[in-house]
Each structure stands twice: as structure tokens, then as C-alpha cells.
């Protein structure tokens, strides 16, 4: 489910679930905890590249696997997925996103917890939460916002149209486009300028940067686990895999 390889002082982290097109299982976010909290103890490596394999980022999260059966079960969830949040967000180490392909739910939030997103042409984003009749999670309502300002954050989770890579730069939510195929290449020499640079101002930066999002993910936690538990998401699971259109309830 997750491959991790280096190049220099990089960590390269790349997202490998193919029958569920990078999905973010729980697996997947307990092996992304443990890379994560073994490339922070390494004090050789100076930054982090997280790609997907197959020309795909992430299609999001696991829908199969969200079963939550009563609240406990769903704030014990976010535990391990808050985790990764405060690992990528304020860990001493500059990430960086390759988006190849569809960067999908938890695979946008994922991405929007890196410092830099380097997308490919053919580089698709969209939120789609609501599809499912949850909120963005994985701290997306936080960095969104900071990334891109509030009014179009609002277009983006509220709507969950897809963007193109173009249109994602125009309005902040990628930095670079590249030719498809080239987005981890790109992000390696991004990567790359991180190996010269002295370590603990890139640190401090990044921890004062991510003012505001522990409350961010305390009322996250508990607002979703409320929202699994309700019929609109049981209905939203099960039209995503009968691939047709849910019929919300408000309920």
C-alpha cells in the first residue's frame, strides 16, 4: 500500500493501492503514520515527496472501509487520521505533493497538507465530500481556506466540481504544472533545495504556519462522527457503489 524510497536527503512516499486507485484505507494512513514519524526522528533527511502510483494521486478515502459503527468507533477513527495530519503539517519537514491523474476527498485534503503541489497536466482535483454526506476532513477545511482564501474554498467544498491542473494554479491550490508524467520529477528538484537549507527555520515556519488547526480538528472529529452515523451517509456509501445518484433525506 505504500512504498518509500529516497533520493538524497528526500524521503519519496508513494501512495500503491491500485484496486482502489490509492484510496486512503486505514492501512494506508497507519504505514503513512509510521514512515512519517521515522523520517522525522532521521535528521539526514531534509524534506518529503508524496505521489501515487498507477497516474493516480488518490481517489480518497476507502468508502468500503467506513463503517463506523456508533460514535466511539468514529472519533477512535480520527485519532490515527489526525496523526497523519499533525505529522505532515507540523512535522520539522517540508512536503511536497507530485499530483499525477485524480487527486480525490482525503486524496485533495492529503495533498493540501503538503507545503508545495507540483501538478501534471492531466491532474484532476476535486473535494466530494458531500457526495457521501460527510464534511471535508483531514484538516481540508482548514488548509483549503488558508491556501486559497475563503470564498473560493467555499466554491470548491460546496460544489465538488472537478478542477484541471490549470485552473487549480490559477487560484492557488497547485503551485507548479508540469508535462503529464513529470509532476515527481518536478517535485524532486523542489524537493531538492531543501537539502542546503538550514533545517530549523524551515521547522519553526512550518509549526507557526499551522496556527488554528488543532480546533480546526477537534470540531472536524466531531462533527463527522456524528455524520457517520446518519442516513444521508449510508445512502451517499450506497449509491456511490450501486454508481448511481444518492437521494439525501437531511437525515
Known sequence: MLTETRDGATAILTLDYPERRNALAMPMRQRLVDALEAIEADRALRAIVITGAGGTFSAGGDISGMDAADLAAGRERFRLTHRLVRLMIKGSKPVIAAVEGWCVGAGLSVAMCCDTVVAAEDARFAAGFGKIGLVADLGLLHTLPARIGQGRARQVLLYSEPLDAAHAVAIGMADHVVPSGTALQAALARAALFHAAAPLPVAMTRQHLAAGLDAALDWEREAQS??????????????????????????
Not at 233 to 247: D, I, Q, S, W
Open 226 to 251: 456524528t455524520l457517520f452515523l446518519t442516513a444521508d451517509h449510508a445512502e451517499g456509501k450506497a449509491a456511490f457503489l450501486a454508481k448511481r445518484l444518492p437521494v439525501f433525506r437531511g437525515c
